[in-house]
C-alpha cells in the first residue's frame, strides 16, 4: 500500500523557506562574481592587464606590483576606508553634524520626566517659583539670580568645570504651567513644567527639556544620556525639600503670582494677590448670603407650620359642629336658637375680662 503524505508543520516550511532563500543569495553571490572574472578576462583577452589580475580583481597587480604587495595594498584600502567611516560617525554624534546639515544642525536631548508631590498645589508652585532657593536643595545647581521677573541667570557645575546661561520665561499661569526659553554658549536647555492637581493634598509636576549641548563635556556626557539623568535626580530633591521642609514653613513661602505671556509681564505680583484677595472676599460675602437664605427660608417654614396646624383644628371643629347640629337644623325654628347663641356668648365676655383683671 502507497503511504500518503504527512503534513509539515510551520516550522518544517519555515526552515525550508529559510534554506531556499540562502540557497537564492549564494546562487546570485556566485553569478556575480563569475560575470565579473568574466569581464576581467575578456579585458586580459583584449590586451589590458594581466592574468593574475583578472582573477584576483586586485587592480594593483595590473600596474606590475609583486602579488604580495598588492593583496596588502587592497587590504589596507579597506581598511582605511572602513576605519574612516567610523571616525566620521563619532565626528557627527559629538558635533551633531549629518548629512545634508552641513555640520551645523546640533543634536538636542529630549528629557520628559515627572513626580508626584503630597503637598497642595498652590504650595507646590509657590516652591518652584522661588527660583534662587534651588542652589540650597539641588546638587549641581551653584547659582540663581532672579534678573527681572521674566529674565534668570543660571550658574551650574559640568564636571569640574562651571556653565553659565540665561533663560527668558515666555508663559506663566499660575498654578498651571511655566514655559521659558535659553541660550549659552557651552549649551542651554529649553522646557516647560506643568502643574496638576491629584487630590487637594497631591500634585504632579510634569517636566519636559530640549538640552542641545554645545560644549565637548556636554556632547560627552549627552551620549550616555548624562543630563536625564541629572534632571531626574534633581527633581527628586525637589520632592524630598517641598515634604519634609517646605510643608512644615508653608505660610514663610511666598511664590511669585503674577502672569507672563508673550515673554511679557501681562500681571505682576501685587496686582494679582490684590485681585485674589478680591476674588476671596467676593466668595466669602456670597457665601453667607447663601447662608442667610437658608436660615430664612427655615425660619419662613417654621412659620407656616403653627398657621397650618391652626387650619387643620379649625377645620377639625367645623366638622365637629357640623355633626353636632344636624337634628337642630331639622327643628322649624333655627333663627331663634342662632339669636339665643349670640346672647350667651355676648354673656360670656364679663367672665373673662372679669378673669383677666385678677
Not at 595594498?73 to 557627527?92: D, P, R, V, Y
Not at 548629512?99 to 507646590?124: C, Q, S
Not at 476674588?279 to 460675602?285: I, N, P, R, V
Request: net charge negative; charged share 35%.
Amino acid at each position: 500500500m502507497a503511504k500518503t503524505a504527512q503534513p509539515t508543520s510551520p516550522l518544517q516550511q519555515s526552515v525550508q523557506n529559510l534554506a531556499g532563500t540562502l540557497a537564492e543569495r549564494a546562487v546570485e553571490g556566485l553569478s556575480n562574481r563569475v560575470s565579473k572574472t568574466a569581464g576581467r578576462l575578456n579585458d586580459y583577452a583584449g590586451g589590458e592587464g594581466n592574468l593574475l589580475a583578472a582573477v584576483t580583481g586586485v587592480d594593483k597587480l595590473a600596474g606590475g606590483a609583486s602579488p604580495l604587495h598588492a593583496v596588502m595594498s587592497g587590504g589596507m584600502s579597506k581598511l582605511k576606508h572602513s576605519a574612516g567611516e567610523t571616525f566620521q560617525s563619532i565626528k557627527n554624534s559629538l558635533t551633531g553634524g549629518g548629512k545634508g546639515g552641513g555640520g551645523k544642525k546640533l543634536k538636542l536631548t529630549n528629557i520628559v520626566e515627572e513626580i508626584d508631590v503630597g503637598v497642595p498645589i498652590d504650595l507646590a508652585y509657590d516652591q518652584w517659583t522661588q527660583f534662587a532657593d534651588f542652589p540650597k536643595f539641588t546638587k549641581k545647581l551653584e547659582q540663581v539670580e532672579q534678573v527681572s521677573d521674566e529674565k534668570l541667570s543660571w550658574t551650574g557645575k559640568v564636571f569640574w568645570s562651571r556653565r553659565t546661561w540665561e533663560s527668558t520665561i515666555i508663559e506663566q499661569i499660575p498654578f498651571e504651567r511655566i514655559i521659558w526659553r535659553s541660550k549659552g554658549a557651552k549649551g542651554y536647555i529649553d522646557g516647560a513644567v506643568g502643574f496638576y492637581e491629584l487630590t487637594p493634598n497631591l500634585t504632579r509636576i510634569l517636566v519636559v527639556l530640549e538640552y542641545h549641548p554645545q560644549g565637548v563635556f556636554e556632547k560627552t556626557a549627552n551620549m550616555w544620556r548624562a543630563a536625564g539623568r541629572r534632571c531626574r535626580l534633581e527633581l527628586k530633591h525637589f520632592q524630598r525639600h517641598v515634604m519634609t521642609d517646605a510643608v512644615l514653613h508653608s505660610d514663610d513661602i511666598v511664590g511669585w503670582h503674577g502672569e507672563i505671556r508673550d515673554g511679557k509681564v501681562v500681571e505682576d505680583d501685587e496686582t494679582a494677590r490684590q485681585r485674589e484677595e478680591e476674588e476671596e472676599a467676593a466668595e466669602e460675602d456670597h457665601e453667607e448670603d447663601n447662608t442667610d437664605e437658608d436660615n430664612a427660608g427655615e425660619e419662613a417654614f417654621d412659620d407656616e407650620e403653627p398657621d397650618e396646624a391652626e387650619e387643620e383644628e379649625d377645620e377639625e371643629d367645623e366638622q365637629d359642629r357640623d355633626r353636632s347640629e344636624p337634628d337642630e337644623e331639622e327643628e322649624p325654628e333655627p333663627p331663634r336658637r342662632r339669636t339665643a347663641a349670640r346672647k350667651s356668648s355676648v354673656t360670656r365676655r364679663p367672665r373673662v375680662s372679669g378673669g383677666a383683671r385678677r
